[in-house]
C-alpha cells in the first residue's frame, strides 16, 4: 500500500508557476503508476497529467500540455507537478494519485491524497 502527502498548493497571478510535491511512503516500486487530477466545485474530476514511477510512460492532458511536467525524485520517493504559465481556469483542488495501472481514468488509481488548492487569479 502507498501513502500520499501533498504540498505546494497555493495563490498566484496568471502566468506564474507553482510546483506541488506528492510524497509518496509505503510500498512504491516502478510497476506503480502515478497521476495527477485536479477538481474544482461543480466539475467533474479530470486528469491532469500521469507517469509510470521508473518514468518509461508519461501522458499529459491536452489541456495542460506544454505547460505542466510530473517528474519524481528517486532518492526521496517524491512526485512533482511542475506547473508554469498557469490560467485561470487551472484553479481547482489537485489530488496525487497512485495506483497499478496507468492512465487517465481516476479509477484506475486506488491511493490518493488529500489535495491542494491551487489558485489562479487574474
Known amino acids: 500500500q502507498v501513502q500520499l502527502v501533498e504540498s505546494g498548493g497555493g495563490l498566484v497571478q496568471a502566468g506564474g508557476s507553482l510546483r506541488l510535491s506528492c510524497a509518496a511512503s509505503?510500498?512504491?516500486?516502478?510497476?506503480?503508476?502515478m497521476g495527477w487530477f485536479r477538481q474544482a466545485p461543480g466539475k467533474e474530476r479530470e486528469f491532469v497529467a500521469g507517469r509510470t514511477w521508473n518514468g518509461g510512460r508519461t501522458d499529459y492532458s491536452d489541456s495542460v500540455k506544454g505547460r505542466f511536467t510530473i517528474s519524481r525524485d528517486n532518492t526521496k520517493n517524491t512526485v512533482y507537478l511542475q506547473m508554469n504559465s498557469l490560467k485561470p481556469e487551472d484553479t481547482a483542488v489537485y489530488y496525487c494519485?497512485?495506483?497499478?495501472?496507468?492512465?487517465?481514468?481516476?479509477?484506475?488509481?486506488?491511493?490518493w491524497g488529500q489535495g491542494t488548492q491551487v489558485t489562479v487569479s487574474s
Open positions: 509505503g510500498r512504491t516500486f516502478s510497476s506503480y503508476a
Open positions: 494519485a497512485a495506483g497499478w495501472i496507468f492512465g487517465a481514468t481516476s479509477h484506475q488509481y486506488i491511493y
